[in-house]
């Protein structure tokens, strides 16, 4: 009994990955989310009401967040969503974006305090999906839960880097938010 909920639990946290839409029209947001523009990607992720949105880093390489505190200075935060988005992945890695995203999934969550905690990977149309979930526990900090996923478009050679964590103490309550922010994420397959 108990082997089959820690299975199905298991697959009710990867689910997820497998459903972002892409070139979807912005319908309206699930109930207490708006959505949040994220224009140099022409994308769209939803943005739980009274959580922080900030864009970064360069053009053509922007780092989104959406977190449930303001953002510190060295973009830190305890709760929340970033996303990475590299064009042209192999003018910038030396790899092809599905090949990068494989060896970038292969290496997380593993190292020191680190316990991985389910992996998956499914392939749909033009995008490569790599997820990977686990419990980072360093010696000198909380516990933490950290969901990752390496989304690669072969066709136009993006990388996207999908990272959601949390405290692990507030991770059940934390990812009911996150999990409607990357299974609703909205990309253009264009890009």
Known sequence: MFRFFF????????LPAAAQRYNAKLAA???????????ESKAAAP????????????KGA???????????????FQTGLSLQVVRKAKAKTGRPAPEYAELLMMRTGFGQGK????????????????????????????????????????????????????????????????EIMVRELVLDARQ
């Open 62 to 76: 922007p780092t989104y967040y959406l977190t449930k505190e303001e953002i510190g200075e060295n973009n830190e």
């Open 115 to 178: 316990q991985q905690l389910e992996k998956a990977s499914v392939t749909d149309g033009p995008f490569f999906k790599r997820t990977v979930r686990y419990r980072d526990a360093p010696p000198e900090a909380e516990p933490r839960v950290v969901y990752q996923m390496a989304l690669a478009n072969a066709k136009t050679d993006t990388l996207y880097l999908l990272t959601f964590e949390s405290p692990e103490k507030e991770w059940a309550e934390a990812w009911k938010l996150g």
């Open 29 to 39: 947001p699930t109930a207490g989310f708006t959505w949040q523009p994220l224009p």
């Open 7 to 14: 299975a199905f639990a298991a697959l009710l946290l990867v």
């Open 47 to 58: 943005l739980p009401a009274g959580w922080y949105y900030r864009a970064a880093g360069e």
